[in-house]
């Protein structure tokens, strides 16, 4: 069974930045390692994604700005968010796909808050 841990949350400045970090534990290997996010009242929504061979996906909206990154062994997951701004403000989930059976595994969220 996959765990995940997640961390680096916060309040920002707008123009500020956050690392968020989320390490996994358990499980064999994953086809891809990410982040999520929800709003209050909107639906969860992808905002980055790292596969095994190294290909990337990034929400439009945080093009640019997020840049996502993951350790040599493939256990931990990094997302550096820049410029940050209030449309941010987010519950953050770290997803982990793994590989063969394809079972997807949520840590329990980091809150992300922009404001002045």
């Known amino acids: 069974q996959v765990q995940l841990m997640e961390s680096g949350g916060g309040l920002v400045q707008p123009g500020g930045s956050l690392r968020l970090s989320c390490v996994a534990s358990?499980?064999?290997?994953?086809?891809?390692m990410g982040w999520y996010r929800q709003a209050p009242g909107k639906q969860r929504e992808l905002v980055a994604r790292?596969?095994?061979?190294?290909?990337?996906d990034y929400a439009d909206s945080v093009k640019g700005r997020f840049t996502i990154s993951r350790d040599k062994v493939g256990r931990t997951v990094y997302l550096q968010m820049n410029n940050l701004n209030p449309d941010d403000t987010a519950l953050y989930y770290c997803?982990?796909?793994?590989?063969?059976?394809?079972?997807?595994?949520w840590g329990q969220g980091t809150q992300v808050t922009v404001s002045s």
């Open positions: 997803n982990v796909v793994e590989a063969g059976w394809g079972t997807s595994s």
């Open positions: 790292i596969r095994t061979n190294g290909a990337k």
């Open positions: 358990g499980g064999l290997s994953f086809a891809a």
